[in-house]
Nanobody, 114 residues
Framework: QVQLVESGGGLVQPGGSLRLSCAAS????????MGWYRQAPGKQRELVAS???????NYADSVKGRFTISRDNAKNTVALQMNSLSPEDAAVYYC????????WGRGTQVTVSS
């Protein structure tokens, strides 16, 4: 069973930055398509960014130019660098992995407020 554990959420002022990290258990991480999703209160969970095994990256239009996803297969981690945060980015952010099955972390709260 693969476990994904997020870290790095918290409270940040508008315009600030946060870096989320997700650590994965197991030895097959390098085969996983990894991504970050978010869910704000009353809204559906949405894809923020994804990175596949070849390094191809996709971003939601709302975060392009502000967020950067990266992965380190040697460390079994995927990160999301978030810059120029706005209140609209506030949500619970979930780490997601897919390799045959879907795996989810428990989520980490990101609050953007002055």
């Amino acid at each position: 069973q693969v476990q994904l554990v997020e870290s790095g959420g918290g409270l940040v002022q508008p315009g600030g930055s946060l870096r989320l990290s997700c650590a994965a258990s197991g030895t097959m991480f390098k085969f996983f398509v990894m991504g970050w999703y978010r869910q704000a209160p009353g809204k559906q969970r949405e894809l923020v960014a994804s990175i596949n095994i070849g390094g191809t990256i996709n971003y939601a239009d709302s975060v392009k130019g502000r967020f950067t996803i990266s992965r380190d297969n040697a460390k079994n981690t995927v990160a999301l660098q978030m810059n120029s945060l706005s209140p609209e980015d506030a949500a619970v952010y979930y780490c997601h992995g897919r390799w045959g099955a879907d795996y989810w972390g428990r989520g980490t709260q990101v609050t953007v407020s002055s």
